[in-house]
């Protein structure tokens, strides 16, 4: 029997997700992805296929070098400001199949902080 690694694990994971979460123009969908190095968010509209807006830790409000759980939370309330910017108040969470805890769970906490409501 062949074993199956934890990316192909998470991504099985996802497509169960993105069942369930679809993101629309009043509620779009707050991706996030996370790799051992960096961190990124998008408010994405399904209906359009348009991203809304977008932060990482590559941007240069945060700029870090790993990701961890503070460069988690700052990425959050970049993101819920500039969800503001874009008149978004209420979205869908999306965690991109990765478990609610770590730095999942203080950026959304960050962001909840921020404004956004989920």
Known sequence: MST????KIRQRVHQRIRKK????PERPRLAVHCSNKNVYVQLIDDAAGKTICQASSLDKEVEAKTASKV???KVGKLIAERAQAANVSTVVFDRGGHLFHGKIKSLADAAREGGLKF
């Open 4 to 7: 199956l690694n934890r990316k």
């Open 21 to 24: 979460v679809v993101g629309t």
């Open 71 to 73: 460069v988690a939370e």
